[in-house]
């Protein structure tokens, strides 16, 4: 299993960049794709969730209207588009895959966040500066 993010880097407070995740070595259809972040001496904060080539099931309220969440199944890929980029938004961001869906869709329907101890794979991490 492999997960490898991609698209990190500087950008000024107001601008865009666009994050990618490419997956493989597992079903990427049928697990709840979701991306992460931590900033230096902070807790990891679930950023938003999509499953199944679906529109994102779950966005925090720092991102919700700045921040698209994507999946395309058919080239194992989850994107992240960040606009309107603020300094608090600057961390490691993780792609994180999944499983059961059911489990985490349950927990965004009742509890409205994702948990990071329900993702079983993750990535490396890139990381954004927003400065």
């Known amino acids: 299993v492999q997960l490898v993010e991609s698209g990190g880097g500087l950008v000024q407070p107001g601008g865009s960049q666009r994050l990618s995740c490419a997956a493989s070595g597992f079903r990427f259809s049928a697990y709840y794709m979701a991306w992460f972040r931590q900033a230096p001496g902070k807790e990891r904060e679930g950023v938003a969730a999509v499953c199944n080539g679906g529109p994102a099931t779950y966005y925090a309220a720092s991102v919700k209207g700045r921040f698209t969440a994507s999946q395309d199944k058919d080239r194992n890929t989850l994107s992240l588009q960040m606009n309107s980029l603020k300094p608090e938004d600057t961390a490691m961001y993780y792609c994180?895959?999944?499983?059961?869906?059911?489990?985490?869709?349950?927990?965004?329907?009742?509890?409205?966040?994702?948990?990071?101890?329900?993702?079983?794979?993750w990535g490396q991490g890139t990381q954004v500066t927003v400065s």
């Open positions: 994180a895959a999944g499983y059961p869906a059911s489990t985490i869709m349950s927990v965004i329907q009742n509890l409205r966040t994702i948990r990071s101890r329900d993702f079983d794979f």
